[in-house]
């Protein structure tokens, strides 16, 4: 149980790598032994075999350090150039079933032989058998051992206590048959009648059991090693060098040495070193692997680059807006992790599970050996169930049911462009029926665009830009810069402009090559006394039928024609919200613009509902009541004033170039422009969570039903240690299916 720490002015936070876990009893008490430091807070994963801990001023590394080794793991502070304890793991168990298994395969031949072919015995056989499983069961099943030392001298179990028990109990039996036991014919492991002396093959069920047991463990290992590997190449894209320009010279420097506002250069085929703006220079981009987009981006004076991306062509000079763990793949990644560390309330309850399974399983296998006793059992009967019992119970599959699906799912996630920031969005997910849409920056752009020119009488389309252009070539106005923008993607240079004179909330004025030139709304040409012709009125109002903002030009007091200027609708945003219906989903359009331009895009993307005319501080409120009308809300949005109401909604969901408050209110941050990653977001998180209920009823199933099988001897301890192993490889080949999610 985690308890809350007391108020501190200075929390840290720590993460610690911890070795000697075995499973998630352990991961349990690891975290239950930190907690009881005063004001501190700890989550420890079992599948990434770390610990992150919040830690109040005044308390020291060693402090925790000490803790956790007296309870008998190993611990250290997590720094970026650690080996990876799980790559560590695979090579000591891969060690250990190599051994194991190279033993065991001559001594079951041998043993099974030997027992049932008496003719073919020699003097000391039963010694040899010994010998063979000697370094089976004390050095390859010795981690099995060490962990329930370990749970002993804290007086508590967990499923390594049933896996020692099991394998040391079948070799005491064996050994003591073979040393001291009579030479009279008896039955094999259940298997049918044996020759005289046949007890002693009871040792290859020690050393099969290891060895099976061992091999679970090793291909668990590995298949989580290959799912944290996801995030590990997150890492992998970002740049090690950087060529940062001082003095106007080139030095190629490590990456830790580029600070905000440095300037560097980019070659072709090079990863960009940090998130930046483009000084100088133009290129395509490759984003696929930070934000998922397929096509490559356009980069350009003044275009944003991010960093991780390569540049495929041209030669760029880049200025640094975010350097090292502020970068958006440092925070993708750091949020990935961050994720698998906390947990579902799900995986909450497999631990408590787990904390009592163990102990009710070894008063089971008690139980099943007095009982067959009682019932007058033979005693190799009664044995054989008991030793059943505790082997096929070990709660492996149960432990890792939950990490690894999240791992798989987090990192999938982060390649396709999905930041999964903790498994409370997938438990989120699964009730949603509703998606609430932001307009502004969300649906559409957030950035004014001229969408259509319209001369009037006798002038031409050129015309009319080129004096719009150059009057709001002055201005700083978000309309006036689209202007500025349309003009220039038309034609190369624009005149200069004199006389200039900002007109605040109406327009501009100017003198173009010695004309007198007017831009502005209707209201100021109302004021100016400028007659609008029949077809200018006819184009204002279309324009703002469609939402769309109409700026009327002027050249010596006669109307030169209508510029149509609107924030455009995402290309992607009707078939995402297509997508949302098809899966069932409700979709609202929420915004704080006006009633005709929310109706306009609302019915260009196609949802079900537009609120039109919600002050920022009404949104929350707007989620709440649809809440509390019984509907299951998804938010996306991208704002400061979309903050509260991403953390209101069941499930937040930020896009990734949004306000760091939106960014730190949702549960989902979407890294893509492109708006189809909503459904996408929406179908990953469902399924990672169907993979995790998955996992659960086949670890919690197989468990209820072999543990009678194993009471009523009706499983051997050699094929219960195998089932329990192909039941936690199981699991985790399960949660890996995640990692093709999308690709089909």
């Given at each position: ?10 929390v ?6 911890v ?10 008490r ?6 009881k430091?005063?004001?501190v ?28 080794r ?6 250290r502070?997590?720094?970026e150039?650690?080996?990876?304890l ?5 090579r000591?168990?891969r060690r ?7 033993l065991?395969?001559p ?11 008496p003719s073919?015995?020699f ?5 040899l058998?010994?010998?063979l499983?000697?370094p ?6 010795l ?5 329930a030392l370990?749970n ?6 967990s ?6 028990l099991?394998?040391?109990?079948s ?6 048959a073979?040393?001291f036991g009579?030479?009279?014919p ?10 005289a002396g ?7 069920v020690?050393?099969g ?14 298949s ?12 992998a ?6 060529r940062v320009?001082?003095d106007?010279a080139e ?9 905000v ?6 070659k ?5 070193a940090?998130?930046g ?8 981009v ?7 987009e397929?096509v490559p981006?356009?980069?350009?004076p003044?275009g944003?680059?991010i960093?991780?991306?390569v540049?495929?062509?041209?030669r ?10 502020h970068?958006?793949l440092?925070?993708?990644?750091a ?14 309850l ?11 399983v070894?008063?089971?296998s008690?139980?099943?050996?007095a ?13 054989t169930?008991?030793v059943?019992?505790?082997i096929?119970?070990?709660p492996c599959?149960?432990?890792l ?6 791992m ?8 396709l ?7 409370d ?7 949603v029926?509703?998606?609430?849409l932001d ?6 752009t ?8 319209h001369?009037?009488a006798a002038?031409t389309?050129?015309?009319v830009?080129?004096?719009?252009g150059a009057?709001e070539?002055g201005?700083?106005?978000a309309i ?8 220039r ?35 100021l040409?109302?004021e ?20 769309a ?7 010596d ?5 209508v510029m ?12 995402a919200?297509t ?8 979709t609202?359009?929420l915004?704080g ?7 306009a895009?609302g019915?260009?993307?196609g949802v ?8 920022p ?10 809440r509390?009308a019984?509907a ?16 209101t909604?069941?499930?937040g969901?930020a ?12 549960d ?8 189809r990653?909503v459904p996408?977001?929406i ?6 969570l169907?993979v ?5 009823a ?5 468990n ?12 051997n ?7 329990m192993?192909?039941s936690?490889?199981?699991v ?5 299916r995640?990692?093709?999610f999308?690709?089909?």
């Open positions: 149980m985690t308890t809350a720490p007391p108020a501190h002015r200075d840290r936070t720590l993460e610690l790598a070795s000697g876990m075995t499973c998630a009893a352990c991961s349990a690891v975290e239950r032994t930190l907690n430091l005063d004001g807070r700890a989550s420890v994963n079992y599948a990434t075999e770390r610990a992150t801990v919040q830690v109040p001023a005044g308390l020291g590394d060693e402090v925790l350090l000490d803790r956790v007296k309870a008998g793991y190993g611990a502070v997590r720094g150039d650690d080996e990876d799980t790559e560590v793991r695979v000591d168990l250990r079933l190599i051994v194991a298994a190279v065991a395969v001594l079951g031949d041998l043993s099974i032989t030997l027992a049932l072919v073919l015995r003097p000391g056989w039963q010694l058998c010994l010998a499983a000697v089976v069961v004390f050095w390859a099943a981690p099995f051992h060490r962990a370990r002993l001298r804290h007086r508590s179990s499923m390594d206590t049933l896996v020692s099991g394998v040391l109990a070799f005491a039996w064996s050994a003591w073979t040393l009579g030479h009279e008896g039955y094999w492991v259940g298997f049918g009648p044996t020759a046949a007890d002693a093959v009871y040792l290859d020690a050393a059991v290891t060895t099976f047991l061992l091999a679970g463990r090793y291909f668990e290992s590995r989580r090693r290959g799912a944290a590997g996801l995030l590990a190449a997150l890492d894209l970002a740049a090690k060098e950087v320009l001082r106007g030095h190629l420097v490590p990456i830790g040495q580029l600070a506002g440095d300037r560097f250069v980019v072709p085929g090079e990863a960009i940090a998130d703006m483009v000084e100088s220079g133009r290129s395509t490759d984003v696929s692997a930070v934000t998922g397929p981006a356009e980069a350009g003044g944003r680059v960093g991780a991306s540049n495929r062509e041209g760029l000079v880049v200025r640094a807006t975010a350097v090292g763990a970068t958006q440092a925070q993708m990644t949020l990935a992790e961050r994720a698998q560390a906390r947990k579902a309330s799900v995986q909450r497999v631990d408590r599970i787990c904390a009592v399974f163990v102990p009710v070894l008063v089971l008690a139980l099943t050996l009982g067959r006793l009682l019932t007058g059992h033979p005693l190799r009967d009664a044995f169930a008991a059943s019992v505790l096929i119970a070990c599959a149960l432990g049911a939950t990490p690894t699906a999240l798989a799912g987090v990192g999938r996630g982060a390649q462009g999905i930041l999964i920031k903790g498994p969005a997938l438990e989120a997910s699964r009730r029926d509703t998606v609430v307009k502004t920056g969300t649906v559409t957030g950035r004014m665009t001229v969408t259509g020119c001369p009037v002038r389309a050129g015309e830009l080129w004096f719009a009057v070539a201005s700083e106005h006036a810069a689209a202007v500025v923008a349309g003009a993607a038309e034609m190369a240079e624009l005149p200069e402009v004199t006389a200039f004179q900002a007109l605040p909330g109406l327009g501009a004025q100017g003198e173009v090559d010695g004309r007198e030139v007017v831009v502005g709304s209707a209201r040409f109302a100016r006394a400028i007659e609008l012709p029949a077809e200018a009125t006819a184009r204002v109002d279309a324009a703002h039928a469609e939402g903002v109409p700026v009327l030009v002027a050249v007091r006669e109307v030169a024609g149509v200027v609107r924030d455009v609708v995402k290309p992607s945003a009707r078939a919200v997508a949302l219906r098809e899966m069932g989903l409700r609202v359009l915004t613009d006006h009633e005709t331009a929310a109706r895009v019915a260009e993307i079900d509902e537009v609120r039109a005319g919600v002050l501080a009404e949104k929350a409120r707007e989620i709440e009541a649809m509390a019984g299951r809300v998804a938010m996306v949005g991208d704002g400061v004033n979309d903050g509260p109401a991403l953390a909604a069941d499930l969901m896009m990734a170039h949004g306000s760091d408050i939106a960014l730190r209110s949702a989902l941050v979407l890294v893509r422009e492109d708006l990653v996408d977001a179908r990953l998180a469902t399924g990672t169907r995790i209920r998955g996992n659960l086949w670890a919690f199933g197989y209820v039903a072999a543990l009678p099988l194993a009471a009523l001897g009706l499983l301890p050699l094929i219960a240690g195998a089932a192993s192909l936690s490889v199981l985790v080949s399960n949660s890996l995640l990692r093709s999308g690709e089909d």
